[in-house]
């Protein structure tokens, strides 16, 4: 089983669309947790950190489900702008953080 | 300022050459990260400086070589690459270890001829 593991997409929805998106860990040890966003060819942007009380951004709600292992992004109400690649990101100890492959979202018009 | 940033944009180099990325943060932060990304596939760590000390090396070979001269600088000398060295490489700051949040630089494109 990966270390981090997400569905690679991709979602493809329509503007105004609710979108929500799911990443998995293994090790329950991880400490911190968060979303990026990678737009092709570009960096990683940090989205959101993901707390354990869960936390909201605008159209963009994370959540953290230890018990269950995972985390997720929730997006209301899809932009144009939204389209790009989600990164889920894991940190565990001191010297180690995991990358998940991606999620692919394209919003159509 | 949130700002990372990171020269040159693009490199192509022969097997042979000698060249330099580098990376400037001006944000205080005390870690800053090299990592190597290739086309559809996760950025991938390959160092780790920690105060200005290398902390993490992620079994990279020697060919890459980093180098911390203060806490807004970061280089990474590349001597000898081989083709399939040819990835866009980004460099990242945080505030403290890996468990902050890290700001990545606009990234380095690199093609070894």
């Known amino acids: 089983r990966k270390e981090v593991e997400q569905d690679p997409g991709p979602f493809n929805v329509p503007e105004g669309a609710t979108v929500a998106f799911n990443c998995t860990y293994s090790n329950s040890a991880s400490q911190s947790f968060f979303w990026y966003r990678q737009d092709c060819r570009k960096e990683p942007k940090l989205l959101m950190s993901?707390?354990?009380s869960g936390n909201e951004d605008g159209r963009f709600t994370a959540q953290l489900n230890r018990a269950s292992q995972y985390i997720s992004l929730l997006i209301r109400d899809s932009k144009l702008s939204d389209s790009a690649t989600y990164l889920c990101?894991?940190?565990?100890?001191?010297?180690?953080?995991?990358f998940g492959t991606g999620t692919r979202l394209q919003v159509f018009p | 300022d949130t700002e990372v940033t990171q020269t040159p944009k693009h490199l192509v180099m022969g097997m042979t050459n000698k060249k330099s990325l580098k990376c400037e943060q001006h944000?205080?932060?005390?870690?800053m990260y090299w990592y190597k990304q290739k086309a559809k596939k996760p950025p991938e760590l390959m160092f780790v400086?920690?105060?200005?000390?290398?902390?993490i090396n992620e079994s990279v070979p020697s060919r890459f070589s980093p180098e911390c001269p203060n806490s807004s600088l970061l280089n990474l000398h590349l001597h000898a690459l081989q083709p399939e060295d040819s990835a866009l490489y980004l460099c990242?700051?945080?505030?403290?270890?890996?468990?902050?949040?890290?700001?990545f630089g606009p990234g380095t494109r690199l093609t070894v001829l």
């Open positions: 944000m205080g932060h005390r870690a």
């Open positions: 990101v894991v940190n565990v100890g001191t010297d180690k953080l995991i």
């Open positions: 400086y920690s105060y200005e000390k290398l902390s």
């Open positions: 990242a700051s945080s505030q403290e270890g890996l468990e902050a949040e890290q700001f």
């Open positions: 993901v707390y354990s």
